[in-house]
């Protein structure tokens, strides 16, 4: 999913999706399923099954109709998903990057603000969502964290996909979490680091010049060569299709690699700290 480093990138739940998903959940008691099995039958994780019925997840485009036949052709699951479609504020800029990240040969994050959901480790992301405000029950969390992990097979599973990340130094300073949840995340980062697909470059606090002082930003290719971007604020985010726009965040991405660390001076200032902790 996208990044949403703090809650996600995924969609915010609503009445609508909420209700959609006690509809499969009901559907695939009734069968006689358990969330594995139905997983299996229609090409999902069982870990996905949950996000979709906790409302948590949006479904694809093509999940009501793969759906219909193992749970009994009703039609329930067709006309309720039309009516999803038609919802706004359900982020459709969300939906339509979350469906080019899975194919993406090349996926490039800057991050200022917490570190990228991709690279978060378990005990790290259950402290932003315990810490979520409004707060958030337990339910909600682990639906979260469902989503989260699920999200992140993305860097176990795509190795001819070439990963970026450009993280500020001060992400692992401020020690989020406490101690060992700090020690957790940095080892986290430093073994991730060694996959031949993934670079890491750490942002040096102290820095004359910086070309990312607009915020933070994903950048992807898709297989066809053609590149996107999308940029996340305070429960808002934005798709970038304008080529245009891209190529000017293409270029200040480009600027922030040769500012910041080199890929070893990066993961030999990971490593002190680690020490230091």
């Known amino acids: 999913m996208v990044d949403g480093a703090g809650t996600g990138g995924e969609p915010e739940s609503s009445d609508s999706l909420r209700t959609f998903g006690a509809v499969v959940q009901a559907l695939r008691e009734h069968a006689g399923l358990s969330r594995e099995e ?78 990228p959901g991709l690279l978060q480790t378990e005990a790290y992301a259950r402290t932003l969502f315990t810490n979520q405000l409004p707060p958030l029950d337990d339910e909600q ?21 070439a990963f970026g990340f450009i993280l500020e130094e001060h992400l692992f300073r401020r020690r989020t979490g406490g101690l060992e949840v700090t020690r957790g995340l940095v080892d986290h980062v430093l073994e991730i680091s060694e996959a031949r697909n993934v670079e890491i470059q750490i942002m040096p606090t102290e820095q004359d010049t910086h070309a990312g002082l607009d915020g933070p930003m994903q950048l992807l290719e898709t297989p066809e060569n053609k590149w996107f971007a999308y940029c996340e604020g305070q429960e808002s985010g934005q798709f970038i299709a304008d080529s245009k726009v891209v190529s000017m965040l293409q270029m200040r991405y480009a600027r922030m690699r040769s500012q ?16 230091d902790l």
Request: hydrophobic share 40%; proline share 4%.
């Open 141 to 161: 969390i682990e639906a979260q964290w469902v989503a989260r992990a699920e999200r992140q097979r993305l860097l176990r599973e795509r190795p001819n996909t």
């Open 38 to 115: 139905f997983g299996d039958r229609v090409g999902l994780s069982k870990h996905t099954v949950a996000s979709l019925e906790l409302g948590r997840r949006m479904p694809d485009p093509t999940f009501a109709d793969r759906s219909e036949p193992v749970l009994g052709n009703t039609g329930a699951l067709q006309k309720a998903a039309r009516h999803l479609a038609r919802q706004p504020g359900l982020a459709a800029w969300f939906r339509r990057w979350a469906r080019l990240e899975a194919t993406a040969i090349t996926l490039y994050t800057y991050e200022c603000r917490l570190i």
């Open 260 to 275: 910041a660390l080199t890929l070893k001076d990066s993961m030999s200032l990971l490593q002190r700290m680690r020490g």
